[in-house]
């Protein structure tokens, strides 16, 4: 994220704080272009505003904090992923650009002989030469539970030089086929 686009984002998040809303509340959040037309017509409201009147384009179904009424259009992370839901919980995850070319292989191999429910992984293609790490995404079985999921990335973080990006797809998340 560029110096200006993260300013941006820092005075849209403390707009959203001023309004009383909760970032997390969202099933995520992104934008293409500047900012700035949307922190305008934001710091045009007054606190007590919700989600939607800030955001329209929210789902109608929408509850803020409640997941299970985010859902989300299913789209497979990569081939090694579910074709179709029901699909298991996914890390985005980074490591050293300069580990060998079959870490992420030696890593899913670990794992799975640690007798974690590794479904699929792969690699994260990134254009910027100048990207830090290595990006991958670590799908884990559908039927993984919350306590095993957690279980997990604990134990990822704690004995490799795996670090957790983003969960991109929790245990219990909706998808669907729809729009």
Do not use: C
């Amino acid at each position: 994220m560029s110096e200006s686009r993260k300013k941006e984002f820092d005075v849209l998040l403390a707009e959203f704080e001023r309004l009383g809303l909760d970032i997390g509340d969202l099933p995520g959040f992104a934008r293409s272009g500047s900012l700035e037309p949307l922190i305008a017509r934001v710091r045009a409201m007054e606190p007590g505003v919700t989600w939607h009147e800030v955001l329209p384009d929210l789902p109608k179904q929408f509850v803020p904090g409640r997941r299970e009424t985010w859902p989300n259009k299913y789209r497979p992370v990569g081939d090694y992923d579910y074709p179709t839901p029901p699909a298991g919980p996914a890390l985005h995850i980074h490591y050293d650009k300069n580990a060998p070319p079959n870490a992420l292989e030696d890593f899913v191999a670990l794992a799975r002989s640690a007798g974690w429910p590794i479904y699929g992984a792969g690699l994260i293609y990134i254009e910027n030469p100048k990207w830090p790490t290595t990006d991958a995404f670590v799908v884990l079985d559908k039927d993984t539970s919350e306590e095993t999921f957690w279980a997990f990335e604990q134990w990822m973080e704690a004995t490799t030089a795996m670090r957790t990006g983003v969960i991109t797809r929790e245990v219990h998340e909706r998808q669907s086929y729809d729009d």
